[in-house]
């Protein structure tokens, strides 16, 4: 079995447009300790950036306390763009450039669940608490890692040879991550089904992905270095070198993105 899927419907791409690579080495804002507060108490930071207290920031605090307010999982940080205290995290997600307010969703690892300008309902703010599965693979894309989902029949499944093999290629050796999930958790039921990704098999099915946020296919447990490779290759996405002949042809023929 093998299928390409045109789309990764994770909006990686747009996500990763809010990063930059700097972090500051100064003492920690307030809105940073509260971030980093609730990653330690693995809860997803729901960072409300804004300007001055109109009618628009008030209606989306209102949704924000109304939808999370109770649940363990989630912690509302408003922070201030014009506050000279928090201008780090303003810059890391180069907030000043997002129309207020915002709300940018971080799970506990770190990675960017979503950013919703100017208004946010409930339901867009529930579907941001994404599984631990769905995070691990959104940070590896937005650190810019080649990702290997491996939905596993059981949680003592080995991992498929064919992905050991590109996951030890020394093309491949620093900028690649290996993901694996249980098939039959129910936590990773909706992403593996986003994923078109069948969990009732009796073997491990594979879902490669590339940067920024590109599904390049799902494939059999039994699957290849070699295919690998040349799923990769065919995408432009076999190296870092943006003169590489592969890239370059490859580049036509990559998958449109959401």
Do not use: W
């Not at 809105?31 to 409300?48: C, H, K, L, P, Y």
């Not at 307010?69 to 201008?87: F, L």
């Not at 093999?165 to 990773?188: H, K, S």
Request: charged share 15%; with cysteine.
């Amino acid at each position: 079995m093998t299928k390409t899927v045109s789309t990764y419907g994770l909006t990686v791409a747009m996500l990763s447009a809010f990063l930059t690579a700097s972090h500051s080495a100064h003492a920690a804002s307030p809105g940073q300790e509260a971030v980093d507060a609730a990653a330690r108490n693995n809860q997803f930071a729901f960072i409300m950036f804004y300007r001055g207290n109109d009618a628009a920031t008030q209606g989306m605090h209102r949704v924000l306390n109304s939808t999370l307010t109770g649940r363990k999982d989630a912690a509302i940080v408003p922070v201030q763009i014009g506050d000279a205290a928090e201008q780090a995290l303003v810059k890391q997600f180069d907030a000043t450039r997002i129309p207020m307010p915002a709300v940018a969703v971080l799970a506990p690892n770190g990675a960017v669940c979503s950013v919703f300008p100017q208004r946010v309902n409930d339901q867009q703010l529930t579907a941001a608490i994404v599984s631990p599965g769905q995070a691990e693979c959104l940070k590896a894309l937005q650190d810019q890692k080649i990702v290997l989902l491996c939905a596993q029949p059981q949680a003592d499944t080995a991992i498929p040879v064919g992905v050991r093999q590109f996951e030890a290629d020394e093309l491949y050796l620093n900028r690649t991550q290996v993901v694996t999930v249980q098939a039959n958790d129910p936590a990773e039921a909706k992403f593996l089904n986003q994923l078109r990704v069948q969990t009732n098999q009796q073997t491990s099915i594979v879902a490669l992905m590339a940067p920024p946020g590109v599904m390049l296919g799902v494939f059999k447990g039994n699957v290849t270095h070699d295919i690998l490779a040349q799923k990769l290759t065919a995408a432009g996405k076999c190296c870092d070198d943006e003169n590489c002949k592969h890239r370059q042809a490859g580049r036509g023929n990559q998958p449109t993105r959401r």
